[in-house]
T-cell receptor
Framework: DAGVIQSPRHEVTEMGQEVTLRCKPI?????LFWYRQTMMRGLELLIY????????DSGMPEDRFSAKMPNASFSTLKIQPSEPRDSAVYFC???????????????FGSGTQLSVL | AQSVTQPDIHITVSEGASLELRCNYS??????LFWYVQSPGQGLQLLLK??????LVQGIKGFEAEFKRSQSSFNLRKPSVHWSDAAEYFC????????????FGKGTLLTVNP
């Protein structure tokens, strides 16, 4: 099992540029989460997918952020245009949603360190 | 709304010493409780979780946590810390039923001195 795979590991970009973060969840997991981690705010849930369908995007900061999950093995988080305050570590996590309950274990990727200059 | 408080931002202990990391939650009912660990440059890994039953739960790497309803606490403990335990530790709470959300505390950074 390769775990949750995120790419790139590091991204440095200039303000105003488009940024795309990628995630491959663990095979067989049908719930996928995007989190953002900053010193000030800690870990924040941005969006949650179940069976490739966005269930709750209330954590997405603003319209500059969008996320897609075209199939069960791939998701993207896009920021357009990027701003310096978007600098953070972005984590993808997946979970088997056998019972639909929060009790199931979350598996995290290693994260993407984003720096917007 | 549920919330999680980790009062200690940074803790330093000597190798071999005991460890206790504090976690308090705020919610009307008993939530599901978790402890995750994050090593530098890595994602979070589940250490242990509490759903119901025995209030003392055992986890991986020799960690344990005790749920105390009267104090709304779920403190993480280890009798003897190893240098490899240096990492950031996150407490998290989740609602039961079909709710999917976990709310994380802001973390406690553990430094282990030789």
């Amino acid at each position: 099992d390769a775990g949750v795979i995120q790419s790139p590991r590091h991204e440095v970009t200039e303000m105003g540029q488009e940024v795309t973060l990628r995630c491959k969840p663990i095979s067989g997991h049908n719930s996928l989460f995007w989190y953002r981690q900053t010193m000030m705010r800690g870990l924040e849930l941005l969006i949650y997918f179940n069976n490739n369908v966005p269930i709750d995007d209330s954590g997405m900061p603003e319209d500059r952020f969008s996320a897609k999950m075209p199939n069960a093995s791939f998701s993207t988080l896009k920021i357009q245009p990027s701003e310096p305050r978007d600098s953070a570590v972005y984590f993808c996590a997946s979970r088997a949603n056998i019972s639909g309950k929060v009790a199931e274990k979350l598996f995290f990727g290693s994260g993407t360190q984003l720096s917007v200059l | 709304a549920q919330s999680v408080t980790q009062p200690d931002i940074h803790i330093t202990v000597s190798e071999g010493a005991s460890l206790e990391l504090r976690c308090n939650y705020s919610y009307g009912a008993t939530p599901y409780l978790f402890w995750y660990v994050q090593s530098p440059g890595q994602g979070l890994q589940l250490l242990l979780k509490y759903f119901s039953g025995d209030t003392l739960v055992q986890g991986i790497k020799g960690f344990e946590a005790e749920f105390k309803r009267s104090q709304s606490s779920f403190n993480l403990r280890k009798p003897s810390v190893h240098w490899s335990d240096a990492a950031e530790y996150f407490c998290a709470v989740g609602l039961g039923g079909s709710n999917y959300k976990l709310t994380f505390g802001k973390g406690t950074l553990l430094t282990v001195n030789p």
